[in-house]
């Protein structure tokens, strides 16, 4: 599905392409990237350029990845000018990004992230940005304002699930503004907001075992935690108990250091 914007630009709804048009939104989230003169920042989906245009005014060197090959040359034509623009073309949720650093920037260990980013990715996206966090000093992200309920919501929250604890598990994650659908075009029917990620060190819950423990204490939302367990883990009751966790409490009632617990009790038992 395609729809022409007042800018006679196709934005294709199968890509998520809401583009912000208003300037004030575009200064607050570049002023949340706060970018220093020839800093680098990763910009993932351009789009038509407005985030790039005031990053590249503010004297920041935009590494930018987007995803629709139709929209990379004129985004070549209006900023490769300016010496500090490079554009890849590449799906971000699968893009190497010390590769492209190492590529592009080789002097550059960390760099910024900024993106306003379309729903349909965001779990992907933000699963690989945890996994490439270590090449990255701090991230700004819009996203549909249910997906910031969903990874900012405590323990005892019924929007807590896999996303949430894998995001705590990664990031310190800050809750910035909210932004209307006026702001885009076309204008989708839902507001955004905007978080800070700042990556945290290397932890235990980067081991795919610990994400597998999270998705499946979350596999059925209603049921308990002893009984979502059954499924992956033989009598998970023993290392709940250990773990000082009642088996009838639900995966959201966790906290983050109860699924590290958890987990190093299972990995311990289930050790060969
Ligand atoms: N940053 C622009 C703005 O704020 O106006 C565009 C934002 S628009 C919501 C999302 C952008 O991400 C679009 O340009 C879209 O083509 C791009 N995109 C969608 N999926 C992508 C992916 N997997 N990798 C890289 N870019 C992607």
New binding site residues.
């Given amino acids: 599905m395609v729809e022409k914007t007042e800018h006679s630009m196709r934005a ?1 709804r199968s ?7 208003d300037g004030n939104y ?1 200064s607050k989230i570049v002023n949340a990237v706060h970018p220093e003169t020839d800093e680098v920042v990763i ?10 245009r005031e990053l590249l005014d503010r004297g920041a060197n935009v590494l930018a ?4 090959r139709e ?1 990379v040359p004129q985004l070549r034509d209006d900023h490769s000018g300016t010496g500090r623009f490079i554009v890849v073309e ?4 699968e ?1 190497d990004i010390r590769e492209l650093l190492d590529q592009f920037y080789p002097e550059t260990p960390k760099a910024k992230l900024v ?4 729903y ?2 965001s779990t ?2 933000l699963q690989h940005l945890a996994n490439e966090r270590h090449c990255l000093s701090e991230l700004v992200l ?1 996203f549909q304002r249910e997906v910031v309920e969903r990874i900012t919501a405590r323990p005892g929250s019924s929007e807590r699930g896999y996303l949430t604890v894998l995001v705590e598990a990664a990031f310190a994650v800050e809750r910035l503004f909210d932004v209307p659908p006026e702001a ?1 075009r076309p204008r989708p029917k839902i507001w955004s907001s905007v978080v800070r990620l700042i990556p945290k060190p290397p932890s235990p819950a980067d081991d795919p075992a610990f994400r597998r423990l999270v998705s499946s204490g979350f596999s059925q939302k209603r049921k308990t935690l002893a009984n979502n367990l059954k499924a992956g883990y033989p009598e998970p009751n023993i290392a709940l108990a250990h773990a000082g966790i009642d088996p009838k409490r639900r995966a959201e009632t966790l906290e983050l250091s109860e699924w590290l617990r958890l987990y190093a009790l299972l990995a311990e038992r289930t050790k060969p």
């Fill in positions: 294709k890509l998520g392409q809401n583009f912000l048009v575009v910009e993932i989906g351009p789009g038509r350029g407005a985030l790039t990845i987007e995803l629709d929209l590449a799906d971000a949720s893009a993106a306003n980013l379309p349909y990715i992907a996206i819009m885009f």
